[in-house]
């Protein structure tokens, strides 16, 4: 089973979306990466979910990744003695790492960390963005501030600190019972929240030790002061709008979204892009033309997947979401000028070629062009030969040819990948003949027509590809 798009749609599972038959219809409306959201749920939810989806890929022929997004640190204030309190602008409230009855003028705030990292003239923001505060005096267990936009504040609203590295893991207690949890089940990608350093990622890579690929939330702008440093030591990214909406300004995000997903782009990396995207279709069956510009917008800018979120996690219409975004892909990908914004981010924003298979991979992507190809087939043990292809962005269809089962599915996320799982190569002299034979049976391909094979020599060591092959179908 192929899809005829480039782009990849990832959808999160809930309440909405958890029986078996409802996982079943959202593949087949285009779903090719599930979310599991460890923020809600048990780890048996989890663990049934899951299963459920490999019942659906063994059922249709076609590997599905499995994505498990930890919570990561979640920073909120204590609770209230009479209930929510109303915070008027210019007031002074204060937060303390003691217990206190909760008022108008103090709460807990039970995290050390926190009071570690403020200064003078720091500013929080509590629920979301809605109360922005200004710290006027503090020290390692308090901190006084002036209200700057009041509000209601009621029990354990979250608190963020933009600008400012706090000096805390990615990783909690749950997060990694949670990491156990999903990488017991299967889980494909591992989406790390609460990124801040290159160091939250090589943490979590410790304790993955190979068995899921990291994909790193951008949510902080700490993360993006060091975005190609985290970028490098990741395996995917995800440009998680409403949390860095939160923190920066929200004229600030389309921008970054461009930057983040041209970043990508020149180190191969896949690129989500997630949160609101459909936001309305979680009440009505249609979206708002701004939405459904927004997707087109990150198609346009050449992300490898867009995300749904509460969309088909609690929402009325989950199908319907999944299977009008996969329109939206459509209807961009046959614009011409789709292809010609495509060709234009090959220069500057690509680098130029650095080692072998950067230069069997720009061959490709002309040879394929000048014959024309009707298909790119590559061998691939790791998946880096397919994402190097990828990331190219080639007209002509990738058709990633893999021994391990682990790999096509996480090959899922990679845009314009078809991923198929086949015995392994013992010879070059098999390339063409195994190229041909599946270029046809995966209806890419009919008999006499071209295509182009890339592999890495020897077979089976990853990141060696340095050889490209030219055959009939």
């Not at 090959?411 to 003949?433: F, K, M, N, R």
Request: charged fraction near 25%; charge should be neutral.
């Amino acid at each position: 089973m192929r899809r005829t798009r480039n782009a990849k749609i990832v959808a999160t599972l809930g309440p909405a979306s958890s029986a078996a038959a409802m996982i079943e219809r959202l593949f087949l409306a285009g779903v090719d990466v599930f979310r599991l959201n460890f923020s809600h749920g048990s780890a048996d939810d989890h663990r049934a979910r899951a299963a459920a989806i490999r019942e659906v890929e063994s059922k249709h022929g076609r590997p599905i990744a499995i994505l498990a997004d930890l919570q990561g640190p979640k920073l909120r204030v204590g609770t209230f003695a009479a209930g929510p309190v109303e915070l008027a602008a210019g007031a002074d409230f204060r937060l303390q790492l003691d217990p206190v009855e909760g008022g108008a003028r103090a709460v807990t705030l039970p995290h050390p960390e926190i009071f570690a990292a403020l200064q003078p003239g720091t500013e929080l923001l509590l629920d979301d963005g809605k109360l922005r505060l200004r710290v006027q005096r503090c020290d390692a267990r308090s901190a006084d501030t002036t209200v700057l936009d009041g509000g209601r504040l009621s029990d354990r609203k979250g608190v963020n600190v933009p600008g400012v590295v706090l000096p805390i893991s990615a990783l909690t207690d749950k997060d990694r019972r949670d990491l156990a949890a999903a990488l017991e089940l299967g889980a494909d990608w591992i989406a790390l929240s609460f990124v801040q350093r290159p160091e939250d990622v090589a943490e979590a890579r410790g304790l993955i030790d190979g068995r899921a690929g990291i994909v790193a939330k951008l949510e902080k702008p700490a993360a993006i002061e060091r975005l190609d440093e985290i970028i490098e030591v990741s395996d995917a990214v995800m440009v998680a709008r409403g949390d860095l909406g939160v923190e920066m300004p929200a004229e600030q995000v389309p921008t970054l979204q461009k930057r983040i997903v041209r970043a990508c782009r020149r180190r191969g990396r896949p690129v989500i892009v997630a949160t609101q995207m459909l936001e309305s279709m979680i009440d009505s069956p249609v979206p708002t033309r701004a939405e459904a510009s927004d997707v087109a917008t990150a198609v346009y800018d050449g992300a490898d997947a867009v995300m749904l979120s509460a969309e088909s996690a609690v929402g009325r219409h989950p199908a319907e979401a999944v299977e009008i975004m996969s329109r939206i892909i459509g209807q961009v990908e046959a614009d011409p000028l789709y292809r010609q914004f495509i060709e234009a981010s090959h220069s500057p924003n690509l680098p130029g070629a650095t080692d072998i298979a950067d230069v069997v991979c720009s061959a490709m992507r002309h040879a394929a062009a000048l014959l024309p190809a009707r298909v790119i087939v590559c061998f691939t043990y790791s998946g880096h030969t397919s994402l190097r292809a990828a990331r190219e962005r080639p007209e002509a269809p990738i058709l990633s040819l893999t021994p391990l089962a682990a790999t096509a599915r996480r090959l899922a996320l990679a845009w314009g990948v078809h991923s198929v799982q086949v015995a392994d190569l013992t010879g070059a002299e098999q390339i063409e003949p195994v190229a041909a034979e599946l270029s046809r049976r995966e209806g890419y391909a009919e008999s006499g027509q071209p295509f182009v094979a890339i592999a890495g020599m020897p077979f089976g060591r990853s990141g060696t590809t340095n050889l490209m092959r030219i055959g009939m179908a």
